[in-house]
């Protein structure tokens, strides 16, 4: 069914338009705006997407729409080139358990009051799918590939780091055995140290399950280690969309070159000294 | 606000004025051996360790860190403004004269005037109940005094040397009614207007979308070069503090990893923890592979 | 903001439509006939008829709401010929138990409400933000808890007990005071002032404690916020971090609780009233229930109702001059 | 990829401070009672209602003990020559009355506070169980559904709250026919008071449903009545217990104020409320006939409040309870 020419997840035309009410009660004005404007785009198998952009910039709400938890104004949401987008019942449950999510503040996106263990099957729990082997193992085996400690299952997650609680997100993704996970802002609230080890976990995942990711950040550096295909959004829009290295590399467009040159950079001589020196180290102490 | 080092009845002798006045030969900031405590139910436990550091007039430290680190408490230990149950102790010499000395009464004459503050999250720093001229004039008037029309004169002057359109107009607005770029340089030309010798800026493009941060950096640098003012910069984020500071301050757990100028720490990290930190920023120009993790233990 | 107005006087209105077919309903279909408690023990099913007729009973539900609307800005007759009695707009009904009619007898209650709300009003806003503003500026010490245990007691105390209390303690024990009897100000000004001491003392005690509690927690908060430490370091006198920044914030939440209660008061404080002997709207209120005075108990209903549905639309107004992010927003 | 030990510095969720005081007590429930059991006065406040409780539950066995009914006229306790005052002290305090008896009645005031107990917390028990169904009910589903649902249950609660409550509380009752009295008190009370419960419940519901865990179960595949039971009930429970902790000692107040009032229990039935009532004539010659019953009513409101306060601040300070 996977031909390598259909898309996994492919999005055409979305608009989505919120309606906004007035304060007062009986005879409230309305007011609308557009936080999606007729964007398309579309993952490939083992592909990442990052979609990145400012606050404001309608990137969040793609995301939600792509992972259906958000019903678009406009346009559909395509999954292996069947149309999802007003999936219901079967469908929709096929839908979840080819497509999870993994949210940007890792403590708000876990039940406070459930165990790690608890919230790691629930996708399995809530779409009423047998674990393939006995639940304890089968937690424990997902705690211990995403860097957790299996002992920890009955843990609740207030008593758990940062870093530790995305884990806890990511390996409640990964339960259900999906093709593609849509991480929103999935590294930003995290300290740089556990960034990148998170962000090292998701490259190593994806490699050994054959994952799709759309990767929602606002962190262009982090973008550059992590996408194949980048689409740069702005307003509602999607203003430029390429490969990695073209964006990068050669912008075409003023939002892309302006949000480029806004990043802050180690100044790159220093940084030219630092890695030069460590080299020399490197041969000097083998 | 309980700072039990800084007695109520701290001798007035020779106090108010004289903070003003540099103790010859002295450094505008000097801090050495600065611990900070606070009281738990396990003990009291440091969450700053015996950190020092100074800054000269017209220059930038950077005081990096990741959360816990202690950087925060270092900045709010200078100014005197430590969470409840929170002790200070150590030297904090500004000009020469030690600020853990002085009254709750002499520190309010240095907080604002000679020493001003930028905080992170430029909405829940601004009084939603007044306008931002009134915000920006009224430590103008609590230091200098003057009718309410000059002061707002000055709130107007100030607004615009942080480049604010129209400031007759916007300085009688509220808040609420600024984008967060716009609500963070008010903060600046709060902490501006009085023409303070140090700005102690506590991530203060933090909340800020890339493009605004690297506008606000801009202005903030901008302001140091025609002022003078020394700048004590806390911050997450290494890149930012590259582009800024002129000495860098490591900390992990209240502890000072490594301290030295910039390009010391860029170019030749002494410290495991500075590498491994240096080793974990992602960056935009090329990928090597994969970026490393740093460990805690 | 005219616009603004409009649709919350509107909306009060709708409010007061509802409260008065849903009380109507209650008074006059569901409860006992009221013309059993008019006609007395000697009755004849013809002198029942002839009273419903009166009362406009025999007519259909929706009608008799609609004469009892229009009556209160045409007014409206009771009955026909020789025996009609006219009851003038604003007609909120007639009493027949006492001849009057209601809104008069409303009318003429009033001062003695309003005169203890009023000063009732003054002591509990005195106590209670001075309560909360010392509680919460010495948090944790023994001036708080003592505050608080004060404040604790006060909305545990039903006020009847603190009343009969007070009384016992002062008028029969010590004999500071003379048994209350009211009368206007201007005929005896210390007899007037002895009268209300001790209402106004029971009614400011229980608001006073709620009072004191909000704010507490109020003012706690928001010395929390940002915006406090920024007024720190500005180095602003605490009195003017205080005054200025932590009092504007933490009081005008409690602007709506203040609305309310106060209108609640007005519209008569039933227990003190009786307790004390004051002849209020409370007490008229109580003195009606006894009496089963129906057209009286459903007027003041309504008019405690319209009191609370007038202070909801002024307190959001003035909410809206008294904090910025509201008024933006209603403009 | 370093060791994936590395990050397990405890509960570093909001920096240095909170992990060092936070003892990270296995069960939340565990921890809030450890914290309720070393506070003086919430031991004291428990106690207190634990005695009210069996006094109530024990009425009758000690009315069989003692033999002494609420409703017997005890003439030889009362001296008709001062208008049926008490004999002896303190409004006649002996070893076969221990509170003294009414003045007027000889009714022996310890059994008609027993009794009184019982009718006082029946009906705010029965009360807080009413209004917090409801409100949990009705809040949750104008909460978690939003839209036309919310405005209708959000109009209700409005218009609910705009009555002058006790004044229509006094009015509905004396209009309605006597009938069960406690019955018709219990549905008036829960009338006017479930919005309170449903309006904080609503709020809650709102905020908990925008939380990201509620959308990381939809994305799961939850049913929308899974969510609303599985994910955010759970999130709830401090707050209904705390609310109708708080929601006991209101009605028992309210209760005894209709009651003052005449137009709650009915006599004989005793409450504590009416007692006061009828202690009015009564209060400049025998105090003791008003002072028992309104220190009862005044310790048991605030029993349940110094409890409700506590569990409030406990929910408050800790994230789990």
Sequence with gaps: MSDTKTPLLEVQNLTKTFVTQGSGAVFAGKRSFTAVDDVSFAVQPHETLAIVGESGSGKSTMARIAAKLLEPTAGNVLLNGTDMTHAKAKDLAHFRSKVQVVFQDPFSSLNPKHTVERIIMAPLDYQGVKPPKKRRDFVRDLM???????????????????GQAQRVGIARALAVGPSLVVCDEAVSALDVSVQAVVINLLKDLQRERDLSYIFIAHDLAVVRHIADTVAVVNKGKIVEHGDRDSIFDAPQHEYTRELLSAVPQINPEWEAARLTRAQTAQKENP | MSRQKRSKNAPRTGSLKTVSIPIKGSTLLDVENLTVTFPTVRGPVDVVKDSSFRIDPGKTLGIVGESGS???????????????GGEASGRIRFFGHDLLDRSDREMRRVRGDKIAMIFQDPLSSLNPYYTVGVQIAEAYRAHRGGSKAAAKKVAVDAMRRVKIADPEQRVDHYPHQFSGGMRQRIMIAMALCLEPDLVIADEPTTALDVTVQAQILDLMKELQEETGTGMLFITHDLAVVSEVADEVLVMKGGETMEHGTAEEIFSNPQSSYTTALLDAVPRITDVVGDIKGVSHE | MLFYILKRVAAGAIVLFLITVFTYTVFFVLSPDPAYMICGKTCTPDRIADIHEKLGLDKPFWEQIWIFISGLFVGREYGEGVNAVHCTAPCLGYSFQTSQSVFEMIVQRLPVSATLAVGAAVLWLLAGIGGGLIGAVKKGTWWDRGIMVVALSGISLPNYFVALALQYILVVKLKWLPFPTAVPFADDPLQWFQAYIMPWFVLAFMYAAMYTRLVRANVIDTLGQGFIRTARAKGLDPNIVMGKHALRPALTPALTLFGMDFAALLGGALITETVFGLNGVGKLTADSITQNDQPVIMAVTLLAAALVVVANIVVDLLYSVLDPRVRVKAQ | MSAPASELAGGTRKGALSTLDSGSAPNPVKRVVAALRSTPSVVVSFGWIIFIVVLALAAPLLEQITGISPYAYHENAIDPALGGLPLGQWGGVSAEHWFGVEPGSGRDIFMRIAYGAQVSLTIAVAA????????????????????????????????????????????????????????????????????????????????????????????SGASPARIAFKEILPNLRGTIIVLSTLSVPQYIGTEAALSFLGVGVIPPTPSWGQMIASSVAWYAVDPMYFVIPGLFLFFTVLSFTVVGDHLQRQLDEGDAA
């Design chain 1, 144 to 162: 211990d590939r995403v860097g957790l400690n299996p002992d920890h299952s009955q843990r609740y997650p207030g008593q758990f780091s940062g």
């Design chain 4, 128 to 219: 807080t169980i009413v209004t917090t169904t409801l409100g949990v009910v009705f809040g949750m589903l104008a909460g978690f559904f939003g839209g036309v649902l919310d405005q209708l249950v959000s109009r209700l609660m409005d218009f609910l709250m705009a009555f002058p409550a006790l004044i229509f509380m006094i009015a509905l009752l004396s209009a309605l026919p006597a009938g069960n009295r406690p019955l018709l008190l219990v549905i008036v009370l829960s009338i006017f008071a479930w919005p309170y419960t449903a309006r904080v419940v609503r709020g809650q519901t709102m905020s908990l449903r925008n939380g990201e865990f509620v959308e990381s179960a939809r994305a």
């Design chain 2, 70 to 84: 202690g950087k925060s408490m270092t900045s709010l230990a200078i100014m005197g403004l430590l969470p409840e």
